[in-house]
C-alpha cells in the first residue's frame, strides 16, 4: 500500500546498469499511499528509505469542512507540526502524533543516497473527519496559560467526552519542566477528567510546558480528538502552609524561611461536618467575597442552619472548607469553634489572600478527619504507588516526550 520511489543519483542512461561511480538506488516509501482517502487520522505516517537514510519528512495539514472552507483560523500552525522518530540506521522515521481529522494532507519526505545526493517524495492523502457528537474537545484546564501557582499544584484536563483509550491520551498530554520531575497522569470518576501530579511537589522558581497533541487521537471507540492545545505556566516559591489544630495557629514558610504565623479558629469538631480535614491540600479558588451557605452543604439537621458572607475566602476542599475572614469569632486564636473552615481576623485574612498562589500546599494535622483525595486537589493523599494505579501508561520524566504511542493498535 506504500508509493515506491527509486531514486538515483546520477541522470538515467540508455543501458541497463547503473553508470560507474552511482551510488546504488534507493526506495522510498511512505504510508499512507498517495491518494488515499479518508485514512484514519491516528494511523502513523511512516516513511522508509531502503538503501539509504530519512534526512527531512514535512508533514503539512490543512482541514477542509463540507463547504470547502478551511478550519479553524484561530488555530495555531505551529500546534500542528508533526516531529517523529528516526531509527538507529536513519531508514525508517514514524510520526510521533497523530494527525488532523477531515484534513488535506501532504506529506515531504528527503533522503539520501550513499554518495550523499538528496532527492524528495511527496503523498497526498486526506483523514476522515470526526463524526459529530463524537469529537473530543477540551472543556477546561487548570492552570491556565500565564499563571504562577505554587509547587503542590496538578494540572487537570477536563474533556467533553468519556475517554476509555486512556494510555493513548495519556501518551499525547506532553509535560515537559525546565528542571525535570517524575509524575504521572491519573483518572478521577467518569473518565472525563485526567490529572498530572508530580511523584513529590514540584521544583519551585521554573517553567512549565504542557502540549496537547490531541488532534486525531482516538480517545473511546469512533471518538477522535479534533485540535491541539498548548499551555505554560510557571512554579512560583515554595510556600507551605502547616497547621496543626489543636495548636490554634497556621504558619507561613516560604522558600525555606517562615514567613508569618497566623492565629486561627479551626472546626469545634463536635461532628464530622464541622471538623477541619487533616491531610495534604493544594489551595484552589480565590475569591474576595464568599457566601457561605449550609444548605449548599451536607450540614446535618441537628446542628444551627447559617447563611454569612465573609471576605478573602481560599477554597481548600470541594466540600466547602475554606480559610476566610471571620471577624466576628472572638475565638480565633484561643479555641476552635467554627464550622469545618479556618477562621482568621481580617488583616491575616487579606495577607493570605494577597500573599499565597493556588497550588500553595496547605498541610493539616491534629483531626480524626482525613481529607479525601479526591475531595478538591487532595490529590497528594494518595501515595505515589496508589497514584501510579489511576494512570493508563504509568508515570514518567517530564524532560521531553511521553510514555508511549498514540496511534491505534497495530497501527
Known amino acids: 500500500m506504500a508509493a515506491v520511489l527509486v531514486l538515483a543519483a546520477t541522470a538515467c542512461t540508455s543501458g541497463s546498469e547503473p553508470p560507474a561511480g552511482a551510488a546504488d538506488p534507493v526506495e522510498v516509501s511512505i504510508t499512507p499511499e498517495a491518494g488515499a482517502e479518508e485514512v484514519a487520522p491516528n494511523t502513523p505516517v511512516r516513511v522508509s528509505a531502503e538503501g539509504g537514510t530519512v534526512t527531512d519528512v514535512r508533514v503539512e495539514q490543512v482541514v477542509v469542512d463540507e463547504a470547502g472552507t478551511v478550519g479553524d483560523e484561530d488555530d495555531d500552525p505551529a500546534l500542528y507540526e508533526v516531529s517523529g522518530t528516526l531509527d538507529e540506521d536513519g531508514g525508517a522515521w514514524v510520526a510521533d502524533w497523530a494527525l488532523r481529522p477531515g484534513a488535506e494532507v501532504v506529506v515531504?519526505?528527503?533522503?539520501?543516497?550513499?554518495?550523499?545526493?538528496?532527492?524528495?517524495?511527496?503523498?497526498?492523502?486526506?483523514?476522515?473527519?470526526?463524526?459529530?457528537g463524537q469529537r473530543l474537545e477540551l472543556v477546561r484546564n487548570f492552570p491556565n496559560s500565564?499563571?504562577?501557582?505554587?509547587?503542590?499544584?496538578?494540572?487537570?484536563?477536563e474533556f467533553d467526552l468519556p475517554v476509555t483509550n486512556k494510555a493513548q491520551i495519556e501518551n499525547a498530554l506532553e509535560v515537559v519542566s525546565d528542571q525535570g520531575v517524575e509524575g504521572a497522569w491519573g483518572w478521577l470518576d467518569g473518565d472525563r477528567t485526567v490529572v498530572f501530579r508530580p511523584e513529590e511537589y514540584w521544583e519551585p522558581h521554573q517553567n512549565v510546558r504542557v502540549d496537547m497533541h490531541l488532534a486525531g487521537v482516538e480517545a473511546a471507540d469512533g471518538v477522535f480528538g479534533v485540535r491541539n492545545y498548548s499551555l505554560d505556566f510557571e512554579i512560583g516559591a515554595e510556600r507551605i502552609l502547616t497547621m496543626h489544630v489543636p495548636d490554634h495557629e497556621l504558619v507561613v514558610t516560604t522558600d525555606g524561611e517562615e514567613e508569618r504565623v497566623i492565629p486561627v479558629s479551626n472546626g469545634l469538631?463536635?461532628?464530622?461536618?464541622n471538623t477541619t480535614t487533616s491531610?495534604?491540600?493544594?489551595?484552589?479558588e480565590r475569591r474576595e467575597t464568599v457566601e457561605m451557605d449550609s444548605s449548599t452543604t451536607d450540614k446535618p439537621d441537628n446542628l444551627p442552619s447559617y447563611n454569612t458572607t465573609v471576605q478573602y475566602g481560599i477554597r481548600v476542599t470541594n466540600s466547602g472548607e475554606y480559610l476566610h475572614e471571620a471577624s466576628s469569632n472572638t475565638n480565633i486564636g484561643i479555641a476552635n469553634t467554627s464550622n469545618g473552615c479556618t477562621n482568621l481576623r481580617m488583616d491575616d485574612a487579606r495577607w493570605l489572600y494577597e500573599n499565597t498562589l493556588m497550588g500553595d500546599v496547605l498541610e493539616t494535622t491534629g483531626t480524626d478527619r482525613e481529607v479525601e483525595w479526591n475531595n478538591g486537589w487532595g490529590y497528594w493523599q494518595r501515595s505515589w504507588e496508589e497514584w501510579q494505579d489511576l494512570s493508563g501508561a504509568g508515570g514518567y520524566a517530564t524532560t521531553g516526550g511521553t510514555p508511549g504511542s498514540v496511534h491505534g493498535e497495530g497501527l
Open 269 to 273: 469538631a463536635s461532628e464530622h461536618f
Open 108 to 132: 515531504t519526505a528527503t533522503v539520501e543516497d550513499g554518495s550523499g545526493a538528496r532527492s524528495e517524495e511527496v503523498a497526498e492523502f486526506t483523514t476522515a473527519p470526526a463524526v459529530a
Open 279 to 284: 491531610g495534604v491540600h493544594a489551595l484552589m
Open 146 to 157: 500565564g499563571e504562577t501557582v505554587g509547587v503542590g499544584m496538578p494540572i487537570v484536563v
